[in-house]
């Protein structure tokens, strides 16, 4: 049996848009955005993927493929026939092949600093790395969140993020 992911809804409106997260966050990096949302005439669901904020203990292989499968589920749960779909970086590889997982329900994609829907494959010293952060260490997360933010940010950014 398949996990829902966490999620929280915003709005009433006819027309629904998830909004996705990306690497080292969770949907609480959109906070400050929500109190200018057209809550009216749309409905934002902020799902976080598996491993993180309200999915941190759901397990997976956490592949695109599943990724889409664990949105279209969502939008299943919540009777939502067509929507409209945010990307921002990791998500945004997500919103580029959610159109193929489910042909005819997407009605837009946004995709904000996307990997690229071919992937971003890393060297296997950066793999490490990475599967380092994702085991909790805090120094590599703040080291790549600073790498990748080419340092233009202080130090409580990066704690922020890779926490």
């Not at 809550?39 to 599943?66: H, N, P």
């Not at 946004?110 to 890393?122: D, E, F, K, R």
């Not at 380092?132 to 790498?147: E, L, P, R, S």
Request: proline share 4%.
């Amino acid at each position: 049996m398949q996990q829902t992911l966490g999620y929280t809804t915003l709005g009433n409106g006819s027309e629904t848009i998830f909004i996705l997260h990306d690497w080292f966050s969770d949907q609480s990096s959109y906070d400050n955005l929500r109190p200018y949302l057209n809550t009216g005439f749309y409905k934002f669901v902020f799902a976080d993927l598996r491993g993180y904020g309200l999915s941190r203990g759901v397990y997976g292989s956490c592949t695109i493929e599943e990724a889409s499968q664990d949105i279209i589920a969502i939008a299943n749960k919540l009777n939502i026939e067509k929507f409209h779909l945010v990307g921002h970086s990791m998500s945004g590889q997500i919103v580029q092949y959610l159109p193929i997982e489910a042909p005819g329900r997407i009605k837009s994609i946004t995709a904000i600093c996307p990997v690229p829907a071919c992937g971003n494959p890393v060297p296997d010293d950066v793999m490490k790395h990475l599967e380092a952060v994702t085991k909790g260490d805090i120094i590599n997360a703040k080291a790549i969140i600073h790498f990748m933010t080419q340092n233009r940010y202080h130090d409580w950014f990066a704690e922020r993020k890779g926490t």
